[in-house]
Nanobody, 124 residues
Framework: QVRLVESGGGLVQAGGSLRLSCAASGRTFSYSAMGWFRQAPGNEREFVATIAWSGTVTRYADSVKGRFTISRDITRNTLYLQMNSLKPEDTAVYYC?????????????????WGQGTQVTVSA
């Protein structure tokens, strides 16, 4: 059974930082693209960042570009999202997702596996 488990969420003041982790089990994602999405109350799930299987190609939503960094540790089968200069509008549940192919993608429907999410709350 494939599982993606996010951790690292919490409450932080505006301008602060958090590092999210996503531990994968049941399947190796070494050759798969992965991504982070988020969903705020009343909103649709939106793309945050994606990383290709090689780890050398990344893409970000304009709203987080320059502040967030996606990375992966293949040896640990773990995905990360470093979030700096956090803003109240970053408040959402953050989800880790994995594909069965190696190419990066921005659409949630292009992902095959999903975690349960971790709450990130940024206070003003």
């Amino acid at each position: 059974q494939v599982r993606l488990v996010e951790s690292g969420g919490g409450l932080v003041q505006a301008g602060g930082s958090l590092r999210l982790s996503c531990a994968a089990s049941g399947r190796t994602f070494s050759y798969s693209a992965m991504g982070w999405f988020r969903q705020a109350p009343g909103n649709e799930r939106e793309f945050v960042a994606t990383i290709a299987w090689s780890g050398t190609v990344t893409r970000y939503a304009d709203s987080v570009k320059g502040r967030f960094t996606i990375s992966r540790d293949i040896t640990r089968n773990t995905l990360y999202l470093q979030m700096n200069s956090l803003k109240p509008e970053d408040t959402a549940v953050y989800y880790c997702a994995g594909r069965t192919t190696g190419a990066w993608a921005m659409g949630p429907r292009e992902y095959d596996y999903w975690g349960q999410g971790t709450q990130v709350t940024v206070s003003a």
